[in-house]
């Protein structure tokens, strides 16, 4: 027998040797027809999260306001970038793109520019319209205003960072109507403020009087 037949015959003899499936050959009782799967079951399990969230209300700080202003438009401020921080070299530097509005509280009267990027809504221009504000025009450009205000649009910095901005609207005319509503504001603003300094006044005069009567009421006379 030649080496090819020995090889032949012994994987013959390994194949006959293979482990037969249960049921033997004819495949058990059922003939060898396979038994069918049983029927899937719809689980019924609940299961209660592990962590469980409460809802918590999320505030802008603007309900007690309302919009009376709002334009789209591109905002720079003059100042340090990253690279020339503490160097005193100052540039103007785009602060984002988005709507400048003004806000009037419902009931201090009181009127503020409030602008926010328009796609991360962060805060990057929050200052009250302080009447002592000069707008001036760009001189390159008719269709931007250039100011200086005291800003707060970083609270985590905790206090008024003075901050010299930029403002450019899409066409001179829009440019225009907002120096106009700004100087409209600041008007409202000096007459409000201006009301309630006299009645913050009137009313520490009044503390101060009630003191006053409280303290003679108290003092006896010798004889």
Request: glycine residues 8%; hydrophobic residues 35%; negative net charge.
């Amino acid at each position: 027998m030649t080496t090819e037949e020995e090889e032949t015959t012994n994987a013959a003899a390994a194949t006959a040797e293979q482990p037969q499936e249960e049921g033997g050959e004819d495949g058990g009782e059922d003939g060898g027809n396979a038994a069918a799967p049983a029927g899937e079951e719809e689980s019924t399990a609940t299961f209660e999260p592990v962590v469980k969230l409460e809802e918590v209300e999320v505030t802008s700080g603007e309900e007690d306001e309302e919009v009376i202003y709002s334009q789209r438009s591109k905002l720079y401020i003059f100042g340090e970038t990253m690279l020339n921080k503490g160097t005193g070299n100052k540039t103007w530097i785009e602060r984002g793109v988005g709507n400048m509005r003004i806000l009037r509280h419902k009931e201090r009267e009181t009127l503020r520019v409030l602008m926010r990027q328009e796609k991360t809504l962060k805060i990057i221009c929050n200052h009250i319209i302080d009447p002592q504000i000069q707008m001036v025009p760009h001189v390159q450009s008719d269709r931007s205003w250039i100011w200086v205000a005291f800003d707060f649009s970083d609270a985590s910095l905790g206090e008024l960072v003075e901050t010299t901005f930029c403002i450019k609207f899409g066409d001179s005319d829009l440019a225009q109507a907002f120096k106009d509503k700004f100087q409209e504001c600041q008007a409202k603003n000096k007459e409000v403020l201006g009301k309630n300094d006299v009645e913050t006044k009137d009313a520490e005069t009044e503390k101060a009087a009630e003191e006053a009567t409280d303290a003679l009421a108290g003092l006896t006379t010798k004889e």
